[in-house]
């Protein structure tokens, strides 16, 4: 069942460039999409998200771009800073009573110094 | 910052063996989650608590899961006869409002290892 996608396992980028995290679903009826970040050792932390009614939404370095017709979102960190390097889970939820989120498979960050 | 803490944070047992995995969600949330993360794999829901009751469940969640809320704090994952499929990452996460704007607090996870 691979309602949300990440087709990427890993990004390498230089301090200081932009970060592109990139997620497809399938599942048309998904409401909000959500961004998570993970360190080793510790549960995810939410970042960022997006209601399906929009098209960006932007916190500090943080920027989600939704594309609904393509089924397609990204996520922008600039500029991009070696803490950042860990793993992003695209996330989406239909808006149920209980917001069962379902989370892509991720993405490893490396920020290089 | 309000915490959720899961403990163990690992926790090594048999194959058969029931284990109770603990969570303290944050105290004025009213949303519970239970995850799981097998290695090298994604994220999986297991089971969603509200109102003292299961909200909903995914298909892992079989009899041999239960989840509890037995005293107002603590959350608890039991598993009755644990398969060597079920070593995992477990997180605990809550919410007190919609998870949309301001996503779960997940707490750190127990590391889950039947041998």
């Known amino acids: 069942d691979q309602q949300v996608k990440q087709n990427s396992p890993s990004l390498s980028v230089q301090e200081g460039r932009i970060s592109i ?36 939404n932007e916190d ?23 803490g950042d390097s860990a793993v992003y889970f695209c996330a989406a939820l239909v808006k149920t009573s209980y917001d069962k989120v ?11 110094p | 910052e309000p915490e959720v803490t899961q403990t163990p944070s690992h926790q090594v047992t048999q194959m058969g063996q029931e284990v109770i995995l603990r969570c303290v969600p944050i105290s004025n949330h009213l949303y519970f989650y239970w995850y799981r993360q097998i290695l090298g794999q994604k994220v999986e829901f297991l089971v969603s608590f509200y109102n003292n009751e299961i909200s909903e469940k995914s298909e892992i969640f079989d009899d041999q899961f239960s989840v509890e809320r037995p005293d107002g704090s603590n959350f608890t994952l039991k598993i009755r ?35």
């Open chain 2, 81 to 115: 006869s644990t398969k060597l499929e079920d070593s995992a990452m477990y997180f605990c996460a809550s919410t007190g409002g919609v998870p949309a704007n301001y996503g779960y607090t997940f707490g750190s996870g127990t590391r889950l290892t039947v041998v």
């Open chain 1, 60 to 82: 500090g370095r943080f920027t989600v771009f939704l594309n609904k017709s393509a089924k397609h979102l990204s996520l922008h960190i600039v500029p991009s800073q070696p």
């Open chain 1, 21 to 56: 995290l990139n997620c497809d679903y399938t599942n048309s009826m998904f409401d909000y999409f959500l961004w998570y970040k993970k360190y080793p050792a510790e549960g995810p932390t939410f970042l960022i998200s997006i209601s399906s009614i929009k098209d960006k």
């Open chain 1, 102 to 112: 379902i989370f892509g498979p991720g993405t490893s960050l490396s920020v290089i």
